[in-house]
């Protein structure tokens, strides 16, 4: 089936640790974003990615990162300088970058414990 | 001012009613407009997508533009227990890189 995964589902980090959240899509989309959402703030864009190789950041990229090596692929590091790492991350894409319409995975709940 | 609103609710509603979902806009340039549900713990799922003005129509959902007022709807007809969850609107321009989102609103239809 075409789509976006998302891995883990959920995830634990101790303090001052990093972590990476995978996200594969196989729809052969060009775009591709990562979203963070907490609880009354609605979605907000932390990177995007239009093409291999290359990336922007968002709204709220301090302290996490992103690669774009392969066209199917957007994994997001969350480093140990994110202040407030505890929420939900959700994947989209889109399938070029001036489509109008992006598609999201099925999210990664990080908590930092 | 924020570029999308939207009231968070909570919007509660007995099954078979007709709900009305509402986001207005500031920013004039926005042309394509575009409805998640999203189920909790889960992902956005779109289920609407309208370009500019006008109304569009899938089965129980209909949604409406206005962009002389920069407000758009969202109705659901004939309302189902299925339905609860948070909906999200979202625009941008002809050239956005990104999409604009409100901050969703959570709707219950209760039985």
């Known amino acids: 089936d075409g789509g976006i995964t998302q891995s883990p589902k959920y995830l634990f980090r101790k303090e001052g640790q990093n972590v990476t959240l995978s996200c594969e899509q196989n729809l052969n989309h060009d775009a591709m974003y990562w979203y963070r959402q907490d609880p009354g703030q609605g979605l907000r864009l932390i990177y995007y990615s239009q093409i291999v190789n290359d990336f922007q950041k968002g709204d709220i990229a301090e302290g996490y990162s992103v690669s774009r090596e392969k066209k199917e692929s957007f994994p997001l590091t969350v480093t140990s300088a994110q202040k407030n790492p505890t929420a939900f991350y959700l994947c989209?894409?889109?399938?070029?970058?001036?489509?109008?319409?992006?598609?999201f995975g099925e999210g990664s709940w990080l908590t930092v414990v | 001012q924020k570029e999308v609103e939207q009231d968070p609710g909570p919007l509660s509603v007995p099954e078979g009613a007709i709900v009305s979902l509402n986001c207005t806009y500031s920013?004039?340039?926005?042309?394509?407009f575009m409805w998640y549900r999203q189920y909790s713990r889960k992902g956005p799922e779109l289920l609407m997508y309208?370009?500019?003005?006008g109304n569009k129509e899938d089965g129980r959902f209909t949604a409406q533009v206005d962009k002389s007022s920069k407000y758009i709807s969202l109705f659901i007809r004939d309302s189902q227990p299925s339905d609860s969850a948070t909906y999200l609107c979202?625009?941008?321009?002809?050239?956005?890189?990104?999409?604009?989102f409100g901050k969703g609103t959570s709707l219950l239809v209760t039985p």
């Open positions: 920013n004039s340039a926005f042309q394509y």
């Open positions: 309208t370009y500019s003005s």
């Open positions: 979202a625009m941008n321009e002809n050239s956005g890189y990104a999409l604009n």
């Open positions: 989209a894409s889109r399938a070029d970058f001036s489509g109008n319409t992006i598609y």
